[in-house]
């Protein structure tokens, strides 16, 4: 049989308060986060601890992820990265080094797939993610209790991991975090500069926009970053 499940991740101001959230229905399902990471840190670690929560079963796998950074990393450079001692081709070293070191180990002898869904678009088990790893963000914000989620069923003790721990190792600010896939850079781009990016809209399309962007209640630029 294969687990189909979704993972996500979310920071308000990237970095900022950050939760993580992996989904496969509503009696299924488990979130954290930090008080302060980047986007990227949290999607990571929502595949992480999906991986984590599964390792008792011998089923299949299949990620449901609006994140290329993430199925990139996993399915295209980590291998790259590993023979280089974990650095690029430039010399430089791997973001969110810690994350992808043990993300790398949970893969061992799993059976998997990443399947790619646009975020924000309706997809039902990416916006239960979405919506659980948000609630974390801003519960973070907040200071409010910490939804964490009833997790999988007969999973270990000690795969389960803590709702709340330290920052992750490294913490990088917005700029060294974003996905470089989307900005038509090569597998391995440095992301350590800002990239501009114009976007053309009709008078209707900018309505949308904002309207969207006011029922998420952020400002249309965190909207935009959040599709990215």
């Not at 997790?151 to 600010?173: K, N, T």
Request: charged share 25%.
């Amino acid at each position: 049989m294969t687990i189909t499940a979704s993972a996500d991740g979310s920071a308000l101001g990237n970095p900022g308060p950050a939760g993580w959230a992996w989904y496969v229905d509503d009696n299924c399902w488990g979130a954290g986060g930090w008080k302060h990471a980047t986007n990227n840190q949290a999607e990571l670690k929502a595949v992480l601890e999906l991986f984590r929560a599964t390792a008792h079963v011998d089923d299949d796998l299949l990620v449901m992820c609006d994140s290329q950074y993430v199925i990139n990393a996993v399915t295209k450079w980590m291998r790259g990265w590993k023979a280089k001692g974990w650095r690029k081709s430039d010399g430089k070293p791997v973001l969110n080094v810690e994350l992808l070191k043990e993300l790398d180990e949970a893969l061992v002898g799993r059976k998997y797939k990443f399947e790619w869904v646009r975020g924000h678009v309706g997809h039902e088990l990416n916006e239960a993610a979405d919506t659980r790893a948000r609630a974390v963000a801003e519960a973070f914000q907040r200071g409010r209790e910490i939804p964490s989620g009833p997790g999988f069923p007969g999973a270990r003790a000690d795969a389960v991991a803590p709702v709340i721990e330290d920052s992750p190792v490294a913490l990088s600010p917005a700029p060294q975090d974003l996905e470089p896939s989307l900005f038509d850079l090569d597998d391995e781009a440095s992301g350590t500069e800002w990239h501009t990016v114009t976007l053309s809209l009709s008078a209707a399309e900018n309505i949308r926009l904002q309207e969207r962007a006011r029922q998420k209640g952020v400002s249309v630029e965190d909207f935009l970053r959040d599709l990215i």
